[in-house]
């Protein structure tokens, strides 16, 4: 598969898992009122589990020849690659709330490029090698 095919669709199901993160920010945030780091932690949670099986199948297919990871060892690594970029995103989003003061709804839409930056290289090198 072609590289840019692979960032479209990459950017596709990034933008789904935006809008699911999104909706759950807001729900948590805004009629639960609860605080904008368990709205974070719940919302890229619920994200993730969308996000699996889109790489997994979609975005970087591997057909049986070339096949190197079990499915075990494939949600492993996707662990691994989330808490990377989710500790990237993370760390970016107190950064930007509690020392520069920005607003909280702000901020966690930053974040959502930083973890897909690291989300995207992560998955792409070890995850679905």
């Not at 975005?59 to 049986?64: A, C, G």
């Not at 060892?73 to 989710?86: D, E, N």
């Not at 839409?109 to 897909?116: D, P, Q, R, S």
């Amino acid at each position: 598969m072609k590289e840019t095919v692979r960032i479209i669709r990459f950017v596709i199901v990034g933008t789904l898992n935006a809008v699911i993160a999104a909706l759950v920010v807001w729900v948590l945030m805004h009629i639960c009122r609860l605080d904008y780091m368990i709205a974070n932690i719940s919302a890229y949670t619920a994200a993730q589990i969308n996000n699996f099986l889109w790489c997994k199948y979609w975005i970087f297919p591997l057909d049986k020849e070339t096949k190197k990871n079990s499915i075990q060892r494939q949600i492993l690594f996707f662990l691994i690659a989330f808490a990377m970029a989710y500790s990237a995103q993370f760390i970016f989003l107190l950064i930007l709330v509690e020392l520069l003061h920005l607003n909280e709804y702000l901020a966690q839409f930053l974040g959502l490029f930083v973890y897909g930056a690291v989300n995207f290289i992560s998955n792409k090198m070890i995850t679905f090698k």
